[in-house]
T-cell receptor, first 114, second 113 residues
Framework: KAGVTQTPRYLIKTRGQQVTLSCSPISGHRSVSWYQQTPGQGLQFLFEYFSETQRNKGNFPGRFSGRQFSNSRSEMNVSTLELGDSALYLC?????????????FGPGTRLLVL | AQSVAQPEDQVNVAEGNPLTVKCTYSVSGNPYLFWYVQYPNRGLQFLLKYITGDNLVKGSYGFEAEFNKSQTSFHLKKPSALVSDSALYFCAVRDNSNYQLIWGAGTKLIIKP
């Protein structure tokens, strides 16, 4: 069974631009969560989607948004990029929401904002 | 406020020696605690969890963790470290209000041959 895939793996943008990251969950998984990982900060929860609906949202500004499609694939978008948005963005999928022990993570998209 | 602390940014251990990676937590209600490992260029992997029951929890790759309620700690341990254990380790606790995980900052474990 293929794992969680994230595209692109690496991205370089400049301040003010916007970016869209994609996540394809494990087949059969309907819940997708997004996290921001920065050195010294650990993982910060961005949002969780299940059946195309956002179920939970972390404490991030409105510049961060996401969506989920009917095939459970998910995208997150960051508008008006700031230097502080440079991070590793992780996507995780699970069969259902809140199922952390069966949550599988993708390798991440590393975003660098210049 | 609910939080997780991993007091050590880095832990260095010689191969074959026992290792401990520390984690303390603060959470309302019963703690649901987790350890994850992140190898370079690979996704985070679930190692083990504590929900209830025996305070010593066994997980993947020979790791175990000890839950101590009075000290609000959940330290990760392994009796004999391998060089391949070198990775970034994260402790997390579930926020019982929204079932999301609150993550520690991570501890880099370096096992030297």
């Amino acid at each position: 069974k293929a794992g969680v895939t994230q595209t692109p793996r690496y991205l370089i943008k400049t301040r003010g631009q916007q970016v869209t990251l994609s996540c394809s969950p494990i087949s059969g998984h309907r819940s997708v969560s997004w996290y921001q990982q920065t050195p010294g900060q650990g993982l910060q929860f961005l949002f969780e989607y299940f059946s195309e609906t956002q179920r939970n949202k972390g404490n991030f500004p409105g510049r961060f948004s996401g969506r989920q499609f009917s095939n459970s694939r998910s995208e997150m978008n960051v508008s008006t990029l700031e230097l502080g948005d440079s991070a590793l963005y992780l996507c995780a999928s699970s069969l259902s929401p809140g199922n952390q022990e069966t949550q599988y993570f993708g390798p991440g998209t590393r975003l660098l904002v210049l | 406020a609910q939080s997780v602390a991993q007091p050590e940014d880095q832990v260095n251990v010689a191969e074959g020696n026992p290792l401990t990676v520390k984690c303390t937590y603060s959470v309302s209600g019963n703690p649901y605690l987790f350890w994850y490992v992140q190898y370079p260029n690979r996704g985070l992997q679930f190692l083990l969890k504590y929900i209830t029951g025996d305070n010593l929890v066994k997980g993947s790759y020979g790791f175990e963790a000890e839950f101590n309620k009075s000290q609000t700690s959940f330290h990760l341990k392994k009796p004999s470290a391998l060089v391949s254990d070198s990775a970034l380790y994260f402790c997390a606790v579930r926020d019982n209000s929204n079932y999301q995980l609150i993550w520690g900052a991570g501890t880099k474990l370096i096992i030297k041959p």
